[in-house]
């Protein structure tokens, strides 16, 4: 079975960190771009990240604009495990948290193959 498993949420107050995980098993998890989404209550669906596949000599990484310069996503093929590390975090940075793959390439289509059950982040004093 495909599973995609979110891990490393929770709470933390502004100006924190948190480090998500995305523990991948069941599919060919090196032949998959990964993706980071989030949805807070009452808002639509963002995309946050997206890293390509490891078929390329160029590993290409896309970033939301209010993410850049304080979010970084990585993977580790040897684990089957995507990360996303999240450094000064604002209030609004709260909602819950997705990983999801596609194939190969991040498309910006919002419509990956797989998608993780998704973590709770709740950034508050």
């Known amino acids: 079975q495909v599973q995609l498993v979110e891990s490393g949420g929770g709470l933390v107050q502004p100006g924190g960190s948190l480090r998500l995980s995305c523990a991948a098993s069941?599919?060919?998890?090196?032949?998959?771009?990964i993706n980071w989404f989030r949805q807070a209550p009452g808002k639509e669906r963002e995309a946050v990240s997206c890293i390509d596949s490891n078929e390329s000599s160029v590993n290409r990484t896309y970033y939301a604009d209010f993410v850049k310069g304080r979010f970084t996503i990585s993977r580790d093929n040897a684990k089957n495990t995507a990360y996303l590390q999240m450094n000064n975090l604002k209030p609004e940075d709260t909602a819950v948290y997705y990983c999801?793959?596609?194939?190969?390439?991040?498309?910006?289509?919002?419509?990956?193959?797989?998608w993780g059950q998704g973590i709770q982040v709740t950034v508050s004093s």
């Open positions: 999801a793959a596609e194939k190969y390439y991040c498309r910006g289509s919002g419509s990956p193959r797989y």
């Open positions: 069941g599919f060919g998890f090196y032949f998959h771009a």
